[in-house]
């Protein structure tokens, strides 16, 4: 289409018109617009580059739908994972408060169930979309530009996060081990496969605070595996904590990795905290049962879901949202103590 074609006519411009703008055929277009048949990147260019030239505004009718929607569409990568049926749970209460209801999808970490389970949501019209695990990054880049996106309890550089600082995090863990005497302090994650990026600023946050604190890293005491198979983990778990000069404190990624560094110390005689001191990170329910009374870094989750849930629904025609970074706290139960003199302590 020419220039003076396109000012030619008073009319709003039709997703005709831009499919003839870019070289296209409208299922292309749409395609593009709906993110659900993936289109190749120099084809989006010129197909975007249209929609920019001509001004036009997509599927007003669906917008506006979604704009008075009250329910928010939630993704969870694995909803047995205690710390994001737990957070689910808050920002479902929260919504109701806010009288909107959640509809609620499962990934576990699979990128066409992922791909799929968004596209559920989308064409339900949600108000907004709160993920609590990210998606791969070809799914994210085929999602609509006007659905608002909300990440919860993890950063995502250039979105909108609503997320606790986890390198200051495992910064209070090392100090509390630190203080109570320990200078052979591990760090422990099966994290890198589902959540690289979480992982990695916890594990930041563990090294930091130990070269601020003038202690060694030990390669050996450090468990960072990339596939952490249930069929092998209680084994390399048993192993790590049997090796010749032992941590006598760890960090673990998450809570549920300290429970079962609990368990395989048990199976080999260990003892918490006489033996190994042990702290985790999320301070999910389990983790506060006295049989386990765990120390932890505690997530704010109630205000993780409030906050969340405010920038999900927000004005949708003011700013977008700001990414906010919330304090970790330091929950001190049982499974820390002063080291042992003989190092470790066996039943």
Do not use: C
């Not at 395609?31 to 929609?51: F, H």
């Not at 996106?149 to 390198?167: E, H, L």
């Not at 100090?175 to 005497?181: D, I, M, S, T």
């Amino acid at each position: 289409m020419t220039q003076k074609s396109v000012t030619r006519s008073a009319k709003p411009p039709t997703i005709y018109d831009v499919a003839e703008r870019a070289g296209v055929s409208k299922s292309t277009v749409s395609n593009v617009l709906q993110g659900k048949v993936r289109v190749d990147d120099r084809t989006q260019q010129r197909v975007l580059k249209a929609i920019a030239e001509l001004g036009y505004q997509p599927n007003a009718g669906a917008r506006s739908l979604r704009q008075h929607s009250r329910v928010l569409g939630v993704l969870v990568g694995d909803l047995t994972n205690p710390f994001h049926a737990e957070l689910a749970a808050h920002i479902e209460e929260q919504a109701a408060l806010l009288q909107h209801s959640m509809l609620l999808v499962t990934t576990v970490g699979d990128p066409d169930r992922e791909a799929e389970r968004l596209r559920t949501l989308v064409e339900h019209r949600v108000a907004a979309l709160l993920l609590l695990s990210k998606p791969q990054p070809h799914v994210l880049a085929n999602l609509r530009a006007d659905v608002r996106k909300v990440f919860v309890s993890i950063n995502v550089r250039g979105a909108v996060s609503i997320a606790v600082d986890d390198k200051a995090g495992t910064e209070l863990a090392v100090r509390h081990v630190a203080e109570l005497g320990h200078t052979s302090i591990g760090f422990v994650s099966a994290m890198l496969a589902d959540e690289p990026a979480t992982e990695e600023a916890r594990f930041n946050g563990f090294r930091g605070a130990m070269n601020r604190l003038d202690l060694k890293v030990d390669p050996a005491h450090l468990l960072r595996p990339h596939d952490a198979h249930p069929d092998t983990w209680t084994a390399m778990l048993k192993e790590f904590l049997s090796q010749t000069n032992p941590p006598t404190a760890i960090i673990a990624s998450h809570d549920l990795i300290a429970i079962d560094i609990m368990s395989a110390a048990d199976a080999i005689g260990l003892t918490v905290p006489e033996g190994l001191s042990l702290v985790g990170f999320d301070n999910i329910a389990m983790a506060g049962q006295s049989r386990i009374a765990l120390s932890t870094v505690a997530q704010p989750m109630a205000e993780l879901a409030r906050l969340a849930v405010d920038a999900a629904i927000s004005d949708p025609h003011g700013r977008r949202p700001s990414s906010v970074s919330l304090a970790p706290e330091l929950v001190i139960r049982h499974s820390t103590a002063p080291p042992h003199k003989h190092r470790i302590s066996r039943k």
